[in-house]
């Protein structure tokens, strides 16, 4: 070798290198092994310097094989002869000639290179043609997606495989550097299929013990058929794993290649360091695998692609094509995947739906679960369509597993189905009952029983609470079948009618079972026969029937409701009553009386019987019920002029007696009052309360209701207070026991409400004491004891003088009858005597003669236990008239003659009576002449007021009523000083005015006055 060339070679770098240099500086290199070690050293990128590189090396190592041609092996006939073998001969040619054992070796680097080159070139070809087909589908793509949607975002689709360049994922200095196994693992990863076929097909024996290493770098997203090829399959003639075949006969191997050559290089230690070290971590497997490890190696797969991607078409694509080629087992892994992928793809989905599905998940799931899973997100227009080809399907594969496994359940499709539409939304139910219509093929419909259609739809409809889908329920009542029962026996209607009568006893709620479920319900039906369902079928059309009246009018309740109530009046008549009163708010006001008419109609037709004999919502109430509870409706939400002309008119609608009409206005009325705020019978509840009773005509008892109206408003203007000090309410007044007190009230608030005896009088009439004079008395007591506090004297004895007016009259008016006989009578007597003695012992009033008139009117009516009280406060003012009479006398006596003669005593006040009027003393003189009455002792007795007061006491247990403090004013206390200073003066001349004092606390005392 020349020193001149060595350097040339030396100096070159590999991009500088070309072919004519290879040729023309090695071809000067006389030394053989030098320069086929150069060709080896140097791995270039350029293909044509690299091919001109490995076929100059090869070629400088043909004189090699010249030099070992005869230690080829040799057959078996030269192999039985004794000496060396070739093998051993070969060996001792290398230890003594090194550099044709180095030649040897490097000629088979050469080879193996020079093979890798012409498959890299191979590789390039299909990178480039699999590129361009690639753009070809993109470009196809883009135009359908143009087609589809010409608004789409660029770059919205989303493919699985990376966007090819026409390159490899190596170059061919690597690839020729490499282990094969790093160039098959960077093809798998990258997907390149068709490159990596090319290395299996050309590098067969090679590859093999790493397929499976191979395969686990292809990505799990990756489509299976794309690699189909390298896909383990099984040889059912040796039930094992069927071995790669390249499809071209093995290429005959260079001596240099041959494994006996490359043993007697190692064996005379002349071996060089050459070869590409093989990936760490590598999986070799140099025997096919079993059928159990094929099955075991698919089943990994799939969970890992499922576990890693969640793409469970992906692992059924897999796993159908491990099924294809024989590996056995995979049929049920493959069913599961196909409900799997079914649940995940076809089955309706939204954000919400969970995206991390895998075979655990899906294994631990119970089949009501799936079947749930399976329609979660399905529509009323979807839900038939996603039962036939989701659900069925799958429950045709779980009834397979059962039978396989052992345990046939014939019944476990219909027991899932009927599980789901008890449980399902109406909306969902109705669509599944419209797709088991019995008039439908039996092949096309989800439910084929008939009898099962009947139960499930009652089931479901009395297990309901909706309260607004009565089209919904009506759909499902549409597809149910309709049978023959021309010969239905009564036995068959009397089981469908005990069966819900029982319901109504089950679906009452109670403390054990609060709610009813559908499922519950099915346990009543399921026992039925077809006759009976019919039965039950014509009384679920009446209620359907009767829940959409009730909806219409505002009332609507869930069905069961109609099986609670069948048998209970109650409920029926709570139910009526709150339609008649709801109503309102669904009433058109420009069709008012229509909308009342046709409400009206409905209530009345809800107490018919059907054509079949089933009772109505209203079955147990009678037309003059509903009537009633029709126009209590219409009167207590205030639609009076509309009760006025259904009751008025010729031909209204309501049919009552006018006793029926009273009644129930005066009821309506009353409950209005009660609930009224206010007690002004211009507004608010209490006008329609007032109004209410325009509706009949007058009757005493509307009259009164009318006028008690009418003094509640009064009572009301008046600000009368209760006792916590608001403004008295009208349910107050209503449920007063002493109406009297209310008047009381009146007079104790309001400073002048005494003046209006008129007024007063006319509020005691109208609070329902009309015609009645002990409460006429009482009244004006009530009066003349407020104007005697306001120390309104005159207004006081006006009252006094009109209660013995009423007392003289009714006297005169019951001559035939004893006195002691009529309470009433005696009640108007005491009230009125002690009211006269009240006010004609009071110190304050100066009128003596008035005075004097009260206390002879008071003894004239008092009772004869009470005479000698009276007395003593008469024969003071008599004491008192004498000395007035004796001054006025002296005075005149100055003044005119001595022959004028002095009036007699009984001629005051109008002429001769002791008390003044003549037929007042003529009585009182007759009484006192039957009474033999003593001189009462308390005109010498200082227990005059005592007594005085026990008496009064004793009296006002029989007196009504009550009124406030009498205030006292500056010349009362006056009056009552001097009358003091009297009694301290002379106690016993003085009785009359103590007893006077006496009488006045005890008759305040029996008004109400507090101590």
Known sequence: MTTTASSRWKALTDEELTTDAVYDILGAVPDDVWATAACVDRILEDRNTQHALLVHGISRTDSVLERCKGFLPRDEEESSEEGPSNQELLVQHFHHIPSDAQLCQLRAVLLERLGRLNTYVELEKAAVSAAAEEEEEEVDEELDEWEDDPWAEEGSVQTSKPKRTGKLPFTLAEFLSSALLASARALASGQYFDALGILVRRHNSDLWPFRLDILSFIPEHAQPLAYRRFLPSLDSNTNSELRWSSGQPAPDLDFSQLPSTQAAIQEAGASLELTSPIPEQALAQQEPLSFSELTEWYTTRVNTIIQTTGMVDVALTLVQHGASQGIPSLDELGEELSLLSRLVYDAPQDPSSPSDWNLDLWRAMEPEAVVRGYLAHSTPESIAGDMTHLVVPYLFVLEAREERAGNPDSGLQERLLHNYILSAPLELAASIF???????PTAQRILRNDVHVAQLALACLYGSDALDQWPTMSRIFECMPAWETSGQDETDEEAADTTLASLGTFVTPTTNRPKCTPTDLLLFFQPLSFQSLSRALDILDVHLESGEIFARWSVPAPLRWFLQSSDDLKEQTAWATRMARRAGGTVDPLNALEDWEWLLDDMLKLTEKSESGIKGAFGLMSREEIMTIFLSGLLSTGKIDIAKTLLRHPHGKIDLSPQAVEDICLKCSNELYVNASSGNYKVGEMKLAYECLDVPPPTPRIVSEKEFIEATSRICSFHVTSRGGNPISPIEIRLTKDRLSLISSVLSSNNDAYKHTEVMLDLCYKLGFRNDVTAEVKVLAMM??????????????????????????????????????????????EVCWIACFQLGRQPEYDDLGKKMALLGYSLELCPADKMHDVLTAWRRLHKEDIEEREERLTNRDSAIPQSAARPSILDRNGGGGLFGPRNVASSLRARLQDLHMPSPPLLSTPDAAALASRTFKSVASNFPFSIGHRSQGANSDVGHGAASESSRADSRDDVSVQASRALSKGIGWLIGVDE
């Open 784 to 829: 003349a004891d407020t104007a005697l506090q306001a120390e309104d004297f005159t207004r006081a004895y006006d009252h006094s003088q009109r209660m013995v007016e009423i007392i003289h009259k009714l006297k005169a008016d019951a001559v035939s009858t004893p006195l002691a006989s009529d309470t009433k009578l005696q009640e108007a007597i």
């Open 434 to 440: 419209e797709a088991s219509k019995p008039t439908l």
